[in-house]
């Protein structure tokens, strides 16, 4: 199957930096990309839809100043947390549908993000 | 809007024993079903999908689910478990417009146990 590539995997960082994380789909396109928030123990939850070309769509309740979301290229999407918290530590995954099969997604391995 | 419940939250089984996790749904509009497993520390890879048609659907690893209109449910099986199933098993739905964005339910914890 197709893959998607998150980098990085860990990120530890400090409050009140900004931290970015990658979305890469390595042999196939994506027009369109997904990016879920899992808190411990928890289920995932949608944030935001990243759009080639145009700008991302926020789910409410979630902050578009403090999660920037840029999608690059349509290999590429990032997703920045700005101005990091402690309560921002969270595992972040990325998701990008399938080019061919229009009910399936494919997902990234997920990033773990601790703000301290 | 759709929501999904995952009635259990952790599943203890013995190897080579059944196993179902539950998972129920609300929607208001058809919707398709899936179930992902994720391991420690990944991302998250399809088990199998319920998309129209016959309603006991089979996927990957031995797994199957059936789907149920009625009772809004579609649990998901496996006739015996291995020690490499234990994972965390993630049942999601979303709408048939926008298929790649899903709703997951909370998620079951299966351990198995030797």
């Known amino acids: 199957g197709a893959v998607v590539s998150q980098h990085p995997s860990w990120v530890i960082c400090k409050s009140g930096t900004s931290v970015k994380i990658e979305c890469r789909s390595l042999d196939f396109q994506a027009t369109t990309m997904f990016w879920y928030r899992q808190f411990p123990k928890q289920s995932l939850m949608l944030m935001a839809t990243s759009n080639e070309g145009s700008k991302a769509t926020y789910e409410q309740g979630v902050e578009k100043d403090k999660f920037l979301i840029n999608h690059a290229s349509l290999t590429l999407s990032t997703l920045t947390v700005t101005s990091a918290h402690p309560e921002d530590s969270s595992f972040y995954i990325c998701s990008a549908p399938s080019a061919t099969e229009n009910t399936e997604a494919f997902f990234g391995q997920g990033t773990r993000l601790t703000v301290v | 809007a759709q929501s999904v419940t995952q009635l259990d939250s952790q599943v203890p089984v013995f190897e080579e024993a059944p196993v179902e996790l539950r998972c129920n749904y609300s929607s208001s509009v058809s919707v398709y079903l899936f179930w992902y497993v994720q391991y420690p520390n990944q991302g998250l890879q399809l088990l199998l999908k319920y998309l129209s048609g016959s309603t006991l659907v089979k996927g990957i690893n031995g797994f199957e689910a059936e789907f149920n209109k009625s009772q809004t449910s579609f649990h998901l099986r496996k006739p015996s478990v291995h020690i490499s199933d234990t994972a965390e098993y993630f049942c999601?739905?979303?709408?048939?417009?926008?298929?790649?964005?899903?709703?997951f339910g909370q998620g079951t914890r299966l351990t198995i146990n030797p």
């Open positions: 999601a739905v979303s709408d048939r417009g926008g298929a790649q964005k899903l709703v």
